[in-house]
């Protein structure tokens, strides 16, 4: 479904992502891993049109999208969330959720029915009337999650939905997402909650300093002594081993 | 039409449509007068309303929309004969044409915050310039209407008939300020107030929404320019392009509240209340009126930051926290 | 035409350097708070009342009025920001820009009021005596305020490198957060920055008087000028809005010798509006 090519961004002299390349196929849940600063959201500022790369390219269902402006691809059903929330805090969450479903229903009626209803798919029911700004922060990740799906965008590009969430909102939102995965959605997901990649994702890729080291399956992955350094250190994938002996 | 949240709101708006027609039972030719120029201006403030209210795209020019219609309407009377309806179009027109220029601009450069406020007192002030060095504008002596009193001039010689135009056109634009804020278009216009980057990544194109905020505003801007001189029949470039063109059409909805339907208006028609029994107290000083306008400016920055409609939609049993609804 | 532009320059630069010492005032405040002053033109209508006044009933020399004028205005800027811009604007941009217009309206509109709209000036012969610089005849007065001016510059630049109260704007400046762990009463330092800022504008308003007038509206065209200069030099750089000023100074003049007086000004503002359009980092500035 997305396609990305041989991606790279420069801020000045810094290499943020070099020759990044992945696929995400239809219907899937895909991982994009990474330590700190590795290049993940710029990947997808990248991927969703908010800044332009240097070179490479994104094509979303065969079609050459690179360079296109954000509510262009947003139209062609792929969606960004942002890492640092971003609720429109004057707007109840019934409100923020509508500015989505505006994009194919232009009708106010139709947009807020929408809205109600995907409030209240991803358990935001009672908040509906709540003003975007009294929410706590997994409340806040969810309406990134709940806008972004009331676009009707099909391929969703999720930025740390789980960072800063404590387990059992870890794993509320772990069952949401799968359940909208089988409603016919498509994910490429950005994580360091490993517990939930595992659980999620078929496979991932590693980002580490711009660069993609590794692409597999996620057991494969933690077993793979480049993305153990990259997370660890160097000369941790040596130690650990020696411990294991030990 | 409206959602009103509170009794606070609902009190506050019964006071100002009892004013609004007390009016015509007072027959005082003062209080007509003076509310005649507080509706125009409330006009001007629902144009700042559009931009500076929905969308936060706080303008210090509006003037250069405002005078703007009003000179297009006044040399094509003037110069061309044209009749007063149809100059009235083409001043709405040329006012939204030079506001969707304005933004188009603005917006392709990507100027925002305090630099839009400063571009647009700059065009306002290119214009000003312009309408009294050039001949066709009148140059430094304005343009003066013929007086035709009559229907298909615009002209009223019966003051009660002319504030009953007026009070109408306040209550269409109300109406189109209504269906702005519950329409697609004004809840993008807001988003894009809210944060443009999320509105961005939700499929708006926020530069569109931006432009076409501004020639709306110009619209109404132009239709308040028109007003203003229909009613003097005459304009000069300090008239239509000064700063206090511009600095009326932001107090006003600041005060009574951006981003809602009643504030402007009320707003406008409470700052001209104030300023009119300032001018009584203090015999007729020019400019104290505008020193009044700037102390309320500041005290309802500091303590009531939804304005009037936000404070008044804190008080009763239905009150909201910070309701915007009016 | 050609024998008319040098002159025109030179005068251009002459009336530069004091666009210059209002956008210094200007520019230092938005460097360290970050907020736009919207009430300095009117700080220096206000200054130019003061040493029309000093001059007029005490008869003040414009030029001995300065260790007078500047320090009240330096308190008088301290006051404004300490007491109101600061504590009113709940630290939003739009607010701070709001509220130091309804500053400017309540400045202008009093004096309008208590001053009428006469324009007025004071009458020091020796200032107008010519001084010729390459052909171009400058009253004195223009060529003083041309120096003074630009010795501003490097004094500033001085009293910010070297001095303790510098350095801590520096540090505010910079790091907000950073400067109030060490101890730096951040509130403070704002309002000192403030005062410093009205100070230009106080000298900038001796400088000037001598060959120039005041009326109550004097101050709205100074604002915009000033701003055109801070943005075209880049907001917050010293070095960046003498180099802007002076420009400036030379535009208009030469939009005044071409255009004539009363279009002239024309030119400012559409360098302004292009200026913002195109490049709001400025000369010698950074990305805002
Ligand atoms: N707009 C920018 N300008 C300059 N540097 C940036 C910008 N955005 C990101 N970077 C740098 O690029 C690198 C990658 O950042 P990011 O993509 O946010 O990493 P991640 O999301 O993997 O933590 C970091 O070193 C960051 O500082
Ligand atoms: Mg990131």
Known sequence: MLEVENLSKSFGGLKAVSNATLQVPEGSIVGLLGPNGAGKTTCFTMIAGFTKPDSGSVRLRGKDITGLAPHHICNLGMIRTFQIVQPFAGLTVEENIAVGAYLHHHERKEAMAVARDVGKRLGMGTLLDRPASALTIAGRKRLELARALATGAKLLLLDEVMAGLIPTEINEIVGIIRQIRDEGHTFLMIEHVMQAVMSLAETAYVLNQGVMIAHGTPRDLVRDPAVVEAYLGHGAAQRLQEDDHA | ?326 | MSTLILPAVISGLMMGAVYALVALGLTLIYGVLHIINFAHGSLLMLALYAVYFLNTYLGIDPYLAIPIVLPVFFALGYALQRGLIGPMSSGSEQNVLLITLAVSIIIENLALYFWTSNTRNIDIPYVYDTVELFGAFIPFGRVIAFFGALAVVPLLWLFMAKTRTGSAIRAVAIEKRGAELVGIDVNHTYAICFGIGTACVALAACLLLPTFYVTPQVGYTFVLVAFTTVVLGGMGSLVGALVAGLLLGVIESLCGLFLGDSLGQIGIFIAFILILLLKPSGIMGKAP
């Open chain 2, 1 to 326: 039409m409206m959602k009103l949240n509170s009794t606070g709101q609902v009190v506050l708006i019964l006071v100002a449509v009892a004013y609004l027609l007390g009016v015509y039972f007072i027959s005082s030719p003062v209080w007509m007068g003076f509310t005649i120029n507080a509706l125009i201006v409330a006009v001007l403030a629902l144009s700042w309303n559009v931009t500076g209210g929905f969308g936060g795209l706080s303008s210090f020019g509006h003037a250069v929309l405002y005078g703007t219609g009003a000179y297009t309407s006044a040399i094509l009377q003037v110069t061309y004969g044209v009749n007063a309806w149809v100059a009235l179009v083409a001043g709405i027109a040329m006012a939204a044409a030079v506001g969707g220029f304005i933004g188009a601009l603005a917006f392709r450069y990507g100027v925002k915050g305090s630099y839009f406020a400063l571009v647009t007192l700059a065009f306002a002030e290119v214009f000003r310039i312009c309408a009294a060095s050039f001949d066709f504008a009148g140059g430094g002596s304005g343009l003066q209407l013929k007086l035709a009193p009559g229907i298909s001039n615009i002209q009223f010689a019966d003051r009660t008939v002319l504030y009953t135009f007026l009070l109408a056109i306040v209550v269409l634009v109300m109406l189109l300020t209504a269906w702005i804020k519950y329409s697609r278009f004004g809840a993008y216009l807001v988003a894009v107030r809210e944060n443009e980057d999320a509105a961005r990544a939700l499929g708006i194109d926020t530069y569109r929404i931006k432009v076409l905020a501004m020639a709306v505003s110009g619209a109404f801007g132009g239709l308040a320019g028109v007003l203003y001189l229909q009613l003097w029949l005459f304009i000069d470039s300090s008239i239509a392009y000064g700063s206090s063109v511009s600095i009326e059409a932001l107090i006003g909805p600041i005060i009574g509240g951006a981003g809602t339907v009643w504030g402007p208006v009320l707003g406008t028609l409470g700052l001209h209340l104030i300023g009119e029994g300032a001018k009584t107290l203090l015999s007729n000083a020019p400019g104290l009126n505008f020193v009044l306008y700037a102390v309320v400016l500041i005290c309802a920055l500091r303590f009531m930051p939804n304005g009037l409609v936000g404070l008044a939609g804190r008080i009763g049993p239905f009150a909201k926290k910070e309701s915007k609804d009016a």
